[in-house]
Every structure is written in C-alpha cells, then in structure tokens.
DNA sequence: CGAACGACCTGCAGGC
DNA sequence: TGCCTGCAGGTCGTTC
C-alpha cells in the first residue's frame, strides 16, 4: 500500500482519535510480523498516555509519555479506527484500545510491517539511517547534487533509497520521473543541475498533490476511516505500459530496475 | 564499495 | 472449475 502520502493519511486520520489518551490494552492476536511483536510491546505501553502521532519517513510514531510506538505499514498494511470492539476479520493483528473504548485496528495481509516499543525518546536505529523528508527544507539542490556525484545507480533506484530521501517508493518514483521527463535508467551522476532541480520540483508538487487527493488507492489502500485516495485517477504512467501516453500518444513502455516494475514514456523521457 | 537479488507473506489475475 | 505461475504499494540481509 502505503507510501510518504498513504502513511501521511492515514496519521492525520488518527491522531485526534489517539491524542491525549490513555491506552487501556493492545491485543496481539498475530506477532509474526516484519519483526516479531514482543509482549514488552503491550506491557511497557498499556496504561501510558498519547501525547502525539506524527510521520517520518513511511514510519508512524505514537509518542507515549515515556518512549514510543513505532509502526511501519509495510506492503499491504492499514490502520483504522472503530468506535468499539468488532470481531477480529482475517488480518487483523493488533488492536489498540483506547480509555473511551475506541480502537486503533492494524491489518496487514502480508505481515511485512512492524510495531515496535522504543523505551526512550531518542530516535529508533531504524530511523537514524534515514535522509531527510522530501517535503522539508533539507531536501534541496545542493544536498542532492552531493549525492548524486558519481553515483552510477539508476535515478529510479535512487530516488527509492531512503539514506538519500525517504518515502518515495515505486509509483511516485515513476511518477516524478515521468513529470520531469528523464529515462528512470539513467545513472543518477549524469543527470544536470537543472534536471535535479526539476526531480526536487516534481516530487515535491506529486507528494503534495497525492497527500491532497488522500493518496493512491490501487486496490487496498483505505484511510483509518474507511475512504480510498484519489490520487490514482491522475497518475501518468504508473500500470499503464502497453497503454498510449497521455502527453504524447507513444506507448508506455516498462522494465524491472531492481525488481521493481518500472513504466515510462520512450519518447518524453530520453535516457540521459 | 555499490548495486542486484532473495527473503519475508498472502491474495489475486491470468493462462492452461 | 481448479491448479500453477507470476506479480503487488517495502525493507533488510546476503551476494556478486
């Protein structure tokens, strides 16, 4: 599901609903996750009050008044809230319970996300590789200009790596690159300033657009209130290989770079 | 070192 | 109808 503008939904879904409360319990009914969920997990959290959820990278952050909960969606993770006990579905694997009875439900089909008690309010390892928010100051033409010299790995590969920018995985990569018209193959260290400058652009605007729309809804993404985003009826190029381009009528191409799928346009995104 | 690959897990679409 | 294969929004550890 989720990339920076799904998982930026979903937290500004819940945070009214979790904060300033306390939590009553969290029931595990599946552990097997991206890493296994411990029962420090309901033991160091249950009884603590919210006093914020926030976002970095596609990491949600619920801060306790002593430590945090860090939860990662994975692929096909979502999180919503229910005014009251409903029975488990399939995939459902933590409920959250709140004091007022409300609960914060995670279901995750494929169980490559996480939920992880941080006991401290210092960052999570996990978070300290991570290079700045796209949507931020930090991220700028001088930063990436720096990253991208000699760096011969695909602009695609690069735009996903999150020790360069965090949050952007495989439809807004392909996305962006659409928009600034460059070959998601080429090596990142021969792109121009200004094609940098554009990339830095286009993120920017496409993260904001699809944080407008709701995000991406493909066919499992919900908000924590049960809404798809929109942000799918204006996508360019990602799934549309074999279809005509909406610019210029030439047929969508795709490849796999690292593994990914990966949709262009031949003719408005030359190979640099 | 950097880049690619396999692994984790389930559901679904398409081919036969 | 049903079986099999391949593919899917992410990330990490291993391998080349």
Known sequence: MPELPEVETTCRGIVEHLKARQIKKIDVYEPRLRYPVTENLSMAAEGQTITGVSRRAKYI???????????????????????????????????????????????????FGLWLYHPDSSE?????????????????????????????????????????????????????????????????????????QIIIEKTKSVLNKAIAAGGTTLKDFFSSEGKPGYFAQSLWVYARQDQACLICSTEIKSTKIAGRNSSYCPECQPLF
């Open 61 to 111: 952050i619920i801060q306790l008044l002593k430590g945090q909960i860090l939860i990662h969606l994975g692929m096909s993770g979502h999180l919503k809230i229910l005014k009251h006990f409903l029975a488990k579905e399939k995939h459902a694997h933590i409920d959250l319970t709140l004091d007022n009875g409300k609960i914060l439900r995670y279901c995750d089909p494929r169980k």
């Open 124 to 196: 999570h390892p996990l978070l300290k590789q991570l290079g700045p928010e796209p949507l931020s100051e930090q991220f700028h033409l001088a930063y990436l200009l720096s990253k991208a010299k000699n760096k011969k790995k695909p602009i695609k590969s690069f735009l996903m790596s999150n020790d360069i920018v965090v949050g952007i995985g495989n439809i807004y990569a392909t996305e962006i690159l659409f928009l600034a018209g460059i070959h998601p193959l080429s090596p990142a260290q021969n792109l121009s300033k200004q094609q940098l």
